[in-house]
């Protein structure tokens, strides 16, 4: 896709990935993902605003044709889907100037060769002059690197946050407009590499928010031309109180856990609690990260195999403590054939989440009536602990 242009002099010369199917290893793209750089011309200088994968480098370069000099390439981040290439744009555009804060020249020295002598350091409010438009730097650390820059360009009201209200979203428009399917790649990416930070991070939404702001134009997925739609959605996910929802995850070897979940979702339904009950085998991750932010309890259901809990509850357990999402509430329900310790040992799968476990219900095999009378009680306890939290009537 050739260059496109967001407002006079500026243009989105970046690079899709629509085919792109994992993030990090880990998150499920189903809509792909770009790797944007922008092209800004002054009336005395050009700038390129990031770079891309380096195996996309062919094509950042066939968007940037017809362009004979660039007198800066601004590094928001060092990370390589979008400073990857820019010791070929070095090489190519021998006048350039990589723009960058201190702390990233560090990050950018480390990962690749980069002459000492081509690099400017600029402060935390510094500007750099493009003749009738201004580049400013803020210093926006953990968004998600120790690292990150975000620009912005007063006389344009453009903002580049970098990897912050960014989508996994390739798109066929550039704008993102009102279409839901970029603000749910928005949220699930949000989930997996912003929420963690969030509450260091939020003070950064702030200073934001305070820019007039026409166009935001991020590092992944559409350009938002309407900025206040992804602003207000960063402060309900960063801020706002999660919602009268419990969200059910388990994982079943011969259907006893899955009985005892299902129960359990009828319990709570009935008690008014909103439920989303998910086969973690099957679901995938990115649609369980984008219930994240929203689930006031979660239960993990799992059985016990191997004398353990199933591999895949503990790859959950696992990421919702490395995720930290704000859910109040937090139980297990299982079942086991001889061996009831794992399941026994619920509060300690969370040692660095700080979430209120409040119950566990474990059965030995089929769920008999004894066991369905204690998921009774979970699902009065979850539904008390909402009407507590104000989430329930
Ligand atoms: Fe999109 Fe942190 O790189």
Not at 98 to 126: F, Y
Not at 259 to 285: C, Q
Not at 335 to 345: D, E, I, N, T
Request: hydrophobic share 40%; net charge negative.
């Amino acid at each position: 896709m050739s260059k496109v242009a967001i407002k006079e002099d500026i243009f989105w010369v970046g690079v899709k990935d629509p085919d792109r199917a994992v993030f990090d290893g880990l998150l499920p793209l189903p809509q792909g993902t770009t790797y944007n750089a922008y092209l800004v011309v002054g009336s005395e200088k050009t700038a390129l605003f990031d770079t891309c994968e380096p195996e996309f480098l062919d094509e950042l370069l066939a968007n940037l044709e017809g362009v004979d000099k660039i007198d800066y390439i601004v590094s928001h981040h060092a990370e390589q889907d979008h400073s990857g290439s820019i010791p070929h744009l070095l090489e190519k555009y021998p006048e350039a100037t990589l723009l960058c804060l201190k702390q990233n020249k560090a990050m950018l020295q480390s990962l690749m060769t980069i002459p000492e002598d081509r690099i400017q350091v600029v402060d935390d409010e510094g500007e750099v002059s493009l003749g009738n438009k201004t580049i400013r730097f803020m210093f926006c650390p953990w968004v998600h690197w120790p690292e990150t820059a975000v620009t912005y360009i007063p006389e344009d009201k453009i903002l580049f946050p970098c990897d912050f209200l960014g989508s996994h979203y390739s798109w066929d428009h550039i704008f993102a407009g009102d279409e839901p399917i970029v603000y749910k790649g928005a949220k699930e990416y949000y989930v997996q590499i912003m929420m963690l930070y969030s509450k260091m991070t939020a003070k950064h939404l702030d200073r934001i928010r305070k820019l007039d702001i026409e166009y935001i134009c991020p590092s992944h997925g559409a350009v938002y031309d309407k900025p206040q739609i992804i602003l207000d959605l960063y402060e309900k996910w960063m801020r706002g109180e999660p919602e009268n929802m419990a969200l059910i995850g388990y994982v079943s070897a011969h259907g006893s856990t899955k009985i005892m979940a299902e129960y359990l979702k009828e319990g709570l339904e009935k008690r008014g609690v909103n439920v989303e009950l998910h086969d973690l085998v099957t679901v995938p991750l990115n649609e369980l990260a984008g219930l994240l932010t929203d689930a006031a309890t979660i239960v993990l259901g799992s059985s016990v195999i191997m004398a353990a809990l199933h591999p895949v509850a503990v790859n959950t357990a696992f990421l919702l403590d490395r995720l930290k999402p704000k859910t109040k509430f937090a139980a297990v329900i299982g079942s086991y054939g001889w061996s009831p310790g794992p399941l026994k040992k619920a509060a300690e799968l969370f040692p660095s989440w700080k979430v209120e476990v409040v119950g566990a219900v474990i059965a030995k095999g089929h769920p008999g009536a004894e066991t369905l009378a204690e998921l009774d009680a979970l699902a009065d306890t979850i539904a008390a602990k909402h009407r507590e939290a104000g989430l329930l009537e």
